[in-house]
Nanobody, 123 residues
Framework: QVRLVESGGGSVPAGGSLKLSCVVS????????MAWFRQIPGKERELVAQ?????IIADSVKGRFAISRDDAKNTLYLQMNDLKPEDTAIYYC???????????????????WGQGTQVTVSS
């Protein structure tokens, strides 16, 4: 059973930085499409950044966030700089549930999910 565990969330003032980590157990990260999503209560989950066969970074975080991975450690990272109050959300790590390549469309069941970590940015 693949398990994803996020860490690194917290509360920071606007302009601050955080680095999220996601450790995968029961499976590999090497060769797999992986991503960070975020969700604000009452809103749909949105893709923040994706790493794999198709790299994506959302326009809203471009130039401020960077996704990286250390496959030797089965770990995915999200470096978040110049944080803004609108970045406040629960951040989820995900690995594709079928195959290894990234999908062209979003379906929740396409992904295996972590439990999420809260990021709060104060103004």
């Amino acid at each position: 059973q693949v398990r994803l565990v996020e860490s690194g969330g917290g509360s920071v003032p606007a302009g601050g930085s955080l680095k999220l980590s996601c450790v995968v157990s029961g499976g590999d990260t090497s060769g797999y499409c992986m991503a960070w999503f975020r969700q604000i209560p009452g809103k749909e989950r949105e893709l923040v950044a994706q790493s794999g066969s198709s790299g994506i970074i959302a326009d809203s975080v471009k130039g401020r966030f960077a996704i990286s991975r250390d496959d030797a450690k089965n770990t995915l990272y999200l470096q978040m700089n110049d944080l803004k109050p609108e970045d406040t959300a629960i951040y989820y790590c995900a690995r594709v549930a079928f195959g290894t390549t990234c999908f062209d469309e979003y379906r929740e069941y396409f992904w295996r999910w972590g439990q999420g970590t809260q990021v709060t940015v104060s103004s």
